[in-house]
């Protein structure tokens, strides 16, 4: 039990503390129903309820929201032209965004699905040093999509590489750089 000044009183039972904050002209508020024994408080309800919204409101507004930020690609676009999005891209991986990658399929091109895989292994090896993938290519309707997150790979490129063609990395071990003996 808390007094209004925010002085512990003590544990007592529910009647009493009910019985002191009516003749104080106050609410009894249960502010930690969880805890051992339950934490109450003396205090005016309306203003318990201002100052928790208020902050509420502090803490949504300390959040920083992250964006998804989408490179939309097509199966025909020239690497030279993709690369100028790829700078793009690193800018908004350094700004905390996520990146999905998406190759768009139109007409007959939908029957080349390998082509589209190889753009999304083309741009996952370009950015392994500023992302990490999230979410493996797959198909979406007419459209090739993968999902990168800010943070370099590990393992870099190789390790990319290695995950979108489903194959495992072996990383050498220190012993296994040493010359024999």
């Not at 949504?60 to 032209?81: C, D, F, G, M």
């Not at 965004?97 to 083309?122: D, S």
Request: positive net charge; charged residues 30%.
């Amino acid at each position: 039990m808390i007094d209004e000044t925010g002085k512990q009183v003590g544990v007592m039972p529910a009647y009493e503390a009910l019985r002191l904050a009516q003749d104080r002209n106050l609410d009894l508020v249960e502010v930690a129903p969880n805890a051992q024994p339950p934490v109450c408080r003396i205090i005016d309800f309306g203003k318990f309820m201002y100052e928790r919204t208020k902050k509420e409101r502090e803490a949504k507004r300390a959040q920083k929201s992250i964006e998804v930020k989408e490179l939309r690609i097509r199966p025909k676009t020239n690497w030279y032209h993709t690369g100028f999005k790829l700078k793009r891209v690193r800018e908004f991986l350094k700004d905390g965004n996520k990146i999905r990658v998406r190759v768009l399929f139109r007409a007959r091109e939908i029957t080349h699905i390998a082509i589209g895989r190889e753009i999304m292994e083309k741009v996952a090896v370009e950015l392994a040093d500023a992302a990490s993938i999230e979410q493996l290519p797959q198909m979406d309707g007419k459209s090739l999509v993968m999902q990168l997150v800010p943070g370099a790979m590990k393992g870099g490129p190789e390790a990319a590489r290695a995950l979108l063609r489903g194959t495992k990395v072996v990383v050498p071990s220190p012993e296994g750089l040493a010359p024999p003996s």
